[in-house]
């Protein structure tokens, strides 16, 4: 099943995309030069952490690690500020979010923490306490816990093989993919997850979401506007995956993840109006239920491979 849609791309849009693509990376940059936890006692549990994998369990267990409350409160702040400069869109949630914290209402650590452990019902409701729009807090929150989930990724990398890994979601923190990029024709398919800039290895033809291999429910969408990229959707799960297609199998290059991915929003529309649905980032598909409301912010350095 193939479609081709056509869809018009804004210069202006993409132009501002990478703009917040590149202050958000360097917020991130900033941040990961720094040792982020204070105690990381997963670095020394290699047994544990393989019987994880080989159950199916991502290896992050945030209630592991000790973060500073300075660094959550830098994180916030430069995340805060960077976002003022770059999403005027949302300048009164922002607004909102500095007026509560320089209060004292608000604290980052906690917003932190909730994040980590993938504490949904709280964030929701910190969302209509403070009168904020709850999707403007799931991107910002996903991005604040970014460095961190990313640090402990590139630590977790170096002490297990990863190669045997072919779930959907991720195998350092859980959450779904939400982009793929794949060689060209019949090349590997990897996954990568914005939320701690990890890639994988997995199935060309299976959907990510169901894990459906009947070919008859599986296809792709082509938009004229987005040369080499494709939409896979999948007509048992109606989820969809954003891909890029490369002309060989040479991943280990550096690629921008976070900057294809914010400037390939207008994909995800296209994909919701021909009837299938974003995956919800912010919940881990493994044992949560799907908020209704998706997420459709986005994230750069070089992504954590993690293949031996």
């Known amino acids: 099943m193939t479609k081709h849609t056509e869809s018009g791309a804004n210069n202006g849009d993409l132009s501002a995309a990478r703009q917040l693509t590149q202050a958000v990376c360097s917020v991130i940059a900033g941040l990961t030069e720094q040792n982020l936890f204070e105690a990381f006692p997963l670095g020394n549990q290699q047994d544990y952490l393989k019987q994880l994998l080989k159950s199916g369990i991502p290896l992050f267990e945030p209630e592991q690690v000790t973060i500073s409350k300075n660094l959550s409160q830098q994180a916030f702040s430069m995340l805060l500020r960077a976002l003022t400069d770059h999403m005027p869109e949302a300048a009164q949630d922002l607004t909102t979010l500095q007026r509560t914290f320089d209060e004292g209402a608000l604290s980052p650590h906690d917003l932190l923490m909730i994040t980590l ?5 709280e964030l929701r409701q910190c969302a209509l306490t403070l009168s904020v729009d709850v999707e ?3 991107f910002f929150t996903l991005y ?12 977790l990398a170096n002490l297990i093989d990863y190669h045997n890994w072919r779930q959907g979601y991720c195998p350092v923190c859980g959450h779904c993919a939400v982009l793929g990029r794949q060689g060209a024709p019949e ?5 990568w997850c914005c939320c701690c800039n990890t890639q994988w290895r997995f199935a060309r033809l299976q959907c ?5 291999q009947v070919q008859q429910d599986l296809g792709y969408l082509t938009v004229e506007a987005f040369p080499g990229r494709r939409i896979y959707v999948c007509d048992k799960c109606k989820r969809y995956l954003k891909v890029i297609e490369s002309g060989n199998d040479q991943f280990e290059a550096p690629f921008d993840y976070d900057l294809e991915y914010f400037c390939a929003v207008e994909l995800d529309r296209i994909a919701v109006s021909e009837g299938y649905v974003a995956q919800p980032i912010w919940v881990l598909p493994y044992e949560s239920p799907i908020p209704t409301a ?5 994230l750069s ?5 993690l293949d031996r």
């Open 136 to 138: 403007l807090l799931q």
């Open 117 to 121: 452990e993938h504490r949904w019902s």
């Open 208 to 212: 990510a979401f169901c894990l459906n």
């Open 294 to 298: 998706v997420l459709t912010g986005k």
């Open 301 to 305: 350095s070089r992504p954590v491979v």
């Open 144 to 155: 604040l816990a970014r460095p961190f989930r990313q640090q402990a990724a590139e630590r």
């Open 187 to 191: 090349g590997q398919r990897w996954l």
